[in-house]
């Protein structure tokens, strides 16, 4: 009985990918209608097929969420570093001679 509950549940998880993969294909779609024809051109439905297949997945999101967190420490490294240059600089031109 377990296995035939496991195979509905894998069947009714199978429908609900390919609910979404629709949605996000057609979304896709929409958004490619509002581009110029030359870059509509260029986009096929397998294209778009397989980037709503690549956002089901969830890696992408992954990947999008890690390159935020790295630019954030790479933003406030660099805002410490000009604070620092900064005060340096300030520190710099008391102690120059005053002619």
């Known amino acids: 009985m377990e296995r035939y509950a496991g195979a509905l549940e894998e069947a009714v998880d199978g429908a609900r990918q390919q609910e979404r993969h629709y949605q996000l294909l ?3 779609q929409s958004l490619v209608k509002e581009l110029p024809s030359s870059f509509q051109q260029r986009l096929s ?3 778009l097929s397989d980037l709503a297949l690549a956002l089901l ?3 992408v999101f992954e990947i999008v969420q890690g390159l935020l967190e ?3 420490l790479t933003e406030k490294s660099l805002y410490n570093q000009r604070l620092r240059l900064q005060n340096e600089h300030r520190d710099d031109r008391g ?3 005053q002619s």
């Open 45 to 47: 439905y397998t294209t």
């Open 70 to 72: 790295i630019q954030h």
């Open 57 to 59: 997945d969830g890696t």
């Open 26 to 28: 057609s979304a896709l």
């Open 95 to 97: 102690t120059l001679p």
